[in-house]
C-alpha cells in the first residue's frame, strides 16, 4: 500500500514538471530595438516582418472653402490668389465686371476753348501794335470736339519793322506780343553781339495754330498748338550769310553757338515753356516757345 502511494506522488510530480508554466518571462527589448509583446500579450503568430517599405502618406482630409484659423488659405482660397497674381484681378478696390464685359478706359471730354478776358485781350493788341508787330484780327476757332480753337485768334506776319514771321502764323495775341518782346529785348542785343556785321531779317515759323496732341500723338494731351499758345522756329535769317538753323548745339564753341544758346536760355523770361533743340526725341530741329500757365507760376526750360 505504501508502496503504491509513493509511486501515485511520484507520477503526479513528473505531470507537472512536463507542464509549461502559465506565463513564460519575456527579457526586456535592448536600448534601440524595437517594443515586443508586453506580458500580458500572447506570442505573435505573425511572420517575421520583411525588408522595412516607406510608409505611403496618409491622404489629407478635405477642408471646407474659406479661410483657416491658422491663415493658410484653403484651395478656393489658393486659386483666387493665384489668379491675382497673374493680373486677373486686383487688390486697389477696383470693382470686378462680368465675364465678357471688357473694361474701358476713363475718357474725359476736351476742355473748352477758354474765353479771353476784353480788358487783357485790347491791352495786348494795344502792346503789339505799339511794339511794331503787323497782324490782322481773325473770326474765333472753333472744335469743339476736338478741344481745339482760339477765341480771339491773330495772324502775326511781321514780328518787328524790318523782321518778318515766314510763313505768318495764327495764335493768341499774348502768343505774339512775347515772341515780338522776346525778338526785340534779347534776340536783336544777342545777335549783335555774337555777329555785328550781321541783321536780323525773318523768323521761321515751322508751326503755330495747328489742332493735334503733344507731339503728334494719337492719343494724350492736346498741344498748345491747338491752343494757339505755341510757336516753333526752325531757323533765322540774316541780311547776309546762311540762314542760323536750329539744332542741337550745346559743344558748339562757334559765335553761332553761343548766340542760339543764349537766346533759348533768355526765352524763358517771356514764355513758360522752352524746349530747345535737342532737348528730346522729337524737338531736334527747332525751338519750341509757348505761353502755358503753370501752377505757382513754374516755368520750364529745357
Not at 92 to 107: F, I, L, N, S, T
Not at 174 to 203: D, F, G, N, Q, Y
Request: charged share 30%; hydrophobic share 30%; with cysteine.
Amino acid at each position: 500500500m505504501l508502496h503504491r502511494l509513493c509511486l501515485l506522488v511520484t507520477s503526479l510530480a513528473l505531470i507537472s514538471a512536463s507542464e509549461p508554466p502559465a506565463q513564460v518571462p519575456v527579457p526586456q527589448p535592448k536600448p534601440g530595438e524595437g517594443q515586443s509583446a508586453t506580458p500580458s500579450e500572447k506570442p505573435s503568430d505573425e511572420k517575421p516582418p520583411g525588408p522595412a517599405e516607406a510608409p505611403k502618406p496618409a491622404p489629407k482630409p478635405q477642408l471646407p472653402e474659406g479661410p483657416r484659423a491658422d491663415g493658410e488659405k484653403t484651395p478656393a482660397d489658393k486659386g483666387s490668389g493665384d489668379a491675382k497674381k497673374e493680373g486677373e484681378g486686383k487688390d486697389d478696390g477696383e470693382q470686378h465686371k462680368p465675364d465678357g464685359e471688357a473694361a474701358k478706359p476713363d475718357e474725359k471730354p476736351p476742355e473748352p476753348v477758354k474765353p479771353e478776358d476784353p480788358a487783357a485781350l485790347q491791352a495786348c493788341l494795344g502792346a503789339l501794335k505799339e511794339i511794331g508787330a503787323e497782324f490782322k484780327e481773325l473770326e474765333p476757332i472753333r472744335d469743339e470736339e476736338q478741344g481745339c480753337g482760339i477765341e480771339a485768334p491773330v495772324e502775326l506776319s511781321v514780328v518787328l519793322p524790318g523782321i518778318k514771321l515766314e510763313p505768318s502764323g495764327t495764335m493768341r495775341c499774348e502768343t505774339a506780343l512775347a515772341l515780338s518782346r522776346w525778338t526785340k529785348e534779347m534776340m536783336l542785343p544777342a545777335a549783335a553781339l555774337a555777329m555785328p556785321e550781321k541783321k536780323v531779317t525773318a523768323i521761321a515759323n515751322a508751326s503755330t495754330y495747328i489742332c493735334r496732341n503733344r507731339n503728334g500723338a494719337a492719343n494724350g494731351k492736346i498741344s498748345e498748338h491747338a491752343r494757339g499758345n505755341a510757336v516753333d522756329i526752325s531757323t533765322i535769317s540774316f541780311d547776309k550769310g546762311e540762314p542760323l538753323v536750329m539744332k542741337p548745339r550745346g559743344e558748339d564753341g562757334a559765335p553761332e553757338g553761343a548766340f542760339q544758346r543764349t537766346i533759348t536760355a533768355a526765352a524763358c523770361l517771356f514764355f513758360r515753356t522752352v524746349l530747345s533743340p535737342g532737348s528730346d526725341a522729337t524737338h531736334q530741329d527747332h525751338l519750341h516757345l509757348d505761353v502755358l500757365e503753370r501752377k505757382g507760376g513754374y516755368l520750364y526750360c529745357r
